[in-house]
């Protein structure tokens, strides 16, 4: 079960939500003509359709749509089984992945209250059963486009240090603490650097902690 008895402070309270608001939806007009180049070279590189969506469970485990662009392509082998990720992963879509332009699209998630822009990483619906009581609780906020645990490691580090640092991250959150977070993203993402894997490919899948 999620704590809804969590420590909200009055900037979580007050200020976050319109503050993601502002930023995301200003994002989405000035940011217009890169999403056009990017659409187009997805389009022409890795195939249609351009973005790709998933459903990811988020405040309080309410499922919803998350928006990305495509990075891998829809290659098949003899049987009409898809290839591995690493096969279909090409240079372009690791050059997404590392400058985490793919995540662009989740600004509209931001901007409808789905996301915010700092907040543990939304993963995927089979996981909820595995969390536990203490993990359960990184969906007693929104998720973020980055968080704690993406400038620190991303899939570079185990599941339990991403988890332990949402935890970190939750406990109280603060504006000093989310612009660090969202200054240090869009740095390390310009330097292509610690915010992914060496390989940019899909993390293991979480199988559930060892108690």
Same mark, same amino acid.
């Given at each position: 079960m999620v704590n809804k008895d969590r420590k909200i402070t009055l900037y979580e309270r007050?200020?976050?939500r319109p503050q993601?608001?502002?930023i995301s939806a200003g994002a989405l007009i000035v940011l217009s003509p890169l999403f056009l180049v990017l659409a187009l070279s997805v389009g022409r590189k890795l195939g249609?359709?351009?973005v790709f969506s998933q459903m990811r469970p988020g405040l309080n485990?309410? *499922?919803f749509r998350i928006y990305k662009f495509r990075t891998m392509t829809n290659e098949k082998d003899g049987n009409g089984n898809l290839l591995s990720d690493s096969l279909r992963l090409t240079k372009f879509g690791r050059f997404l992945?590392?400058?985490s332009m793919d995540e662009l699209p989740e600004l509209w998630n931001i901007l409808k209250g789905e996301m915010s822009f700092v907040g543990p990483r939304p993963l995927l619906?089979?996981?909820l059963t595995r969390y536990n009581e203490a993990q359960q609780q990184r969906h007693s906020v929104r998720p973020g486009l980055t968080?704690?645990?993406q400038i620190s490691g991303r899939n570079a580090i185990s599941w339990e240090s991403k988890f332990n640092?949402? *935890?970190e991250y939750i406990e109280k959150i603060t504006f000093m603490k989310d612009t660090i977070i969202f200054f240090t993203t869009i740095y390390k993402a310009a330097r292509r650097k610690g915010v992914s894997s060496k390989t940019n490919e899909t993390s293991e899948t979480f199988k559930g902690s060892v108690e």
């Open positions: 007050y200020i976050k993601d608001i502002v249609r359709p351009v485990e309410k *499922l992945r590392s400058t619906p089979e996981y968080g704690l645990a640092l949402d *935890l």
